[in-house]
T-cell receptor
Framework: KAGVTQTPRYLIKTRGQQVTLSCSPISGHRSVSWYQQTPGQGLQFLFEYFSETQRNKGNFPGRFSGRQFSNSRSEMNVSTLELGDSALYLC?????????????FGQGTRLTVV | QQQVKQSPQSLIVQKGGISIINCAYENTAFDYFPWYQQFPGKGPALLIAIRPDVSEKKEGRFTISFNKSAKQFSLHIMDSQPGDSATYFCAASRAHSNYQLIWGAGTKLIIKP
């Protein structure tokens, strides 16, 4: 069974640009969550999607948005990039929409904003 | 109330020794406590998880101890090996709340051969 696939693995963008990250969950998984990982703030929850609906959202500005498609693949978009958005963005998929189920993480997309 | 506090920030243990990492939480609504292991360049991988109806869970060399009254839980790695060198994260979440893990800050573990 293929794992969670995130593309691209690395991105370099300029301040003010926008970026779209992609996540393909494990086949059959309908829940996709996104996290931002930085050395200073650790892992922080961005949002969670289940069956194309955003079910939960973390404390991030509106520049961060996402969506989920009917095949459960998800995209995350960050507009008007800031230097502080440089981070590893992780996607996790799980088989249900509830907690207490294992979240499988992808290898992440390393975003560098210059 | 949403925080999970993890300590120590870094830990060096001799091969064969016991590695102990501690976490404390505040929100009594949390009822799922996983530990994740992360190697450089990789995403976190679930190591072991516990629910508050048990005080201890063991899987191989990894054990979670859970103290509900103190709102603390810890990871013990017995017979630590150089391959265990990684960053370990504790986390917590509420059941039936739509998936949202609250993470500890992480512990960088180094096992010296």
């Amino acid at each position: 069974k293929a794992g969670v696939t995130q593309t691209p693995r690395y991105l370099i963008k300029t301040r003010g640009q926008q970026v779209t990250l992609s996540c393909s969950p494990i086949s059959g998984h309908r829940s996709v969550s996104w996290y931002q990982q930085t050395p200073g703030q650790g892992l922080q929850f961005l949002f969670e999607y289940f069956s194309e609906t955003q079910r939960n959202k973390g404390n991030f500005p509106g520049r961060f948005s996402g969506r989920q498609f009917s095949n459960s693949r998800s995209e995350m978009n960050v507009s008007t990039l800031e230097l502080g958005d440089s981070a590893l963005y992780l996607c996790a998929s799980s088989s249900t929409n509830g907690a207490n189920t294992e979240a499988f993480f992808g290898q992440g997309t390393r975003l560098t904003v210059v | 109330q949403q925080q999970v506090k993890q300590s120590p920030q870094s830990l060096i243990v001799q091969k064969g020794g016991i590695s102990i990492i501690n976490c404390a939480y505040e929100n009594t609504a949390f009822d799922y406590f996983p530990w994740y292991q992360q190697f450089p360049g990789k995403g976190p991988a679930l190591l072991i998880a516990i629910r508050p109806d048990v005080s201890e869970k063991k899987e191989g060399r990894f054990t979670i101890s859970f103290n509900k009254s103190a709102k603390q839980f810890s990871l013990h790695i017995m017979d630590s090996q150089p391959g265990d060198s990684a960053t370990y994260f504790c986390a917590a979440s509420r059941a039936h709340s739509n998936y949202q893990l609250i993470w500890g800050a992480g512990t960088k573990l180094i096992i010296k051969p």
